[in-house]
């Protein structure tokens, strides 16, 4: 994505990112998405949705009990992407310290429980151990 004078807009830009959830780095984060595009260039813009709550129902009984009460750490990590300034970095690391969320979430209007983390941004699962909360590459 980029402005009209060629600049880049948003921290991600044209980058590729791979699923996660909006603004889960977020005390308060978006409870919905809206996405629009003006202009698409063809073979660009592959767009695809989950379903957490297909993900979470899909688990099996022990998981579901394992897991229930887990909660996500969260670090903004945008400024890992980023051509700025170690100061730059150092504000959004103030502006966006690391958070907590529920792993499993009721939604309120369904009363249904769906999965609620970010591969991108999750640190770790606290409660579980290192190597099966993050085990990387």
């Not at 698409?40 to 009984?61: C, H, I, K, P």
């Not at 009460?69 to 100061?87: A, P």
């Amino acid at each position: 994505m980029k402005k009209e004078d060629g600049g880049r807009l948003g921290s991600l830009s044209s980058s590729e990112l791979n699923w996660h959830s909006d603004q889960s780095y977020r005390t308060r984060p978006a409870t919905g998405v809206i996405f629009y595009a003006v202009e698409v260039r063809e073979g660009q813009g592959d767009t695809s949705w989950r379903n957490m709550q297909a993900a979470y129902e899909s688990l099996s009984a022990e998981t579901k009990r394992e897991i229930e009460g887990l909660s996500c750490v969260l670090r903004y990590n945008g400024y890992e992407r980023e051509n700025i300034s170690d100061e730059e970095k150092h504000k959004l690391r103030e502006q966006y310290p690391e958070v907590r969320h529920p792993l499993v979430l009721t939604v309120p209007t369904f009363g249904r429980k769906t999965l609620y983390l970010d591969i991108s941004i999750t640190s770790l699962i606290a409660g579980i151990a290192q190597e099966r909360s993050h085990p990387g590459p």
